[in-house]
């Protein structure tokens, strides 16, 4: 199994309630507190974060001109209902 490639170290301030609950995972489950806040961050841009990114996807996309009308959306649609899509 390859190494994965880690950033430069970075500096982050947190509550100390938050690193007091990073620390006692850590030491419970044998990992470090790197480990733990890494993972604690991937959930966050799996959920919360990826929606973010996704909205700003579409934005972006809507400035681009990249978009279909809703009413030629619900027509198509109702062809396929209907069963006359061609």
Same mark, same amino acid.
């Given at each position: 199994?390859?190494?994965?490639?880690?950033?430069?170290?970075?500096?982050?301030?947190?509550?100390?309630?938050?690193?007091?609950?990073?620390?006692?995972?850590?030491?419970?489950?044998?990992?470090?507190?790197?480990?733990?806040?890494?993972?604690?961050?991937?959930?966050?841009?799996? /959920? =919360?974060?990826?929606?973010?990114?996704? @909205?700003?996807?579409?934005? *972006? %996309?809507?400035?681009? /001109? =990249?978009?279909?009308?809703?009413?030629? @959306?619900?027509?198509?649609? *109702? %062809?396929?209902?209907? /069963?006359?899509?061609?």
């Amino acid at each position: 199994m390859s190494k994965q490639q880690l950033s430069d170290p970075i500096t982050l301030r947190l509550p100390v309630e938050i690193l007091e609950s990073i620390e006692r995972i850590a030491t419970i489950s044998d990992r470090t507190r790197s480990w733990v806040m890494v993972r604690a961050m991937r959930l966050y841009l799996a /959920g =919360e974060g990826q929606e973010i990114l996704n @909205v700003a996807e579409g934005l *972006e %996309q809507l400035d681009k /001109g =990249e978009y279909e009308d809703m009413d030629d @959306v619900i027509a198509q649609v *109702e %062809q396929i209902v209907r /069963g006359s899509a061609a």
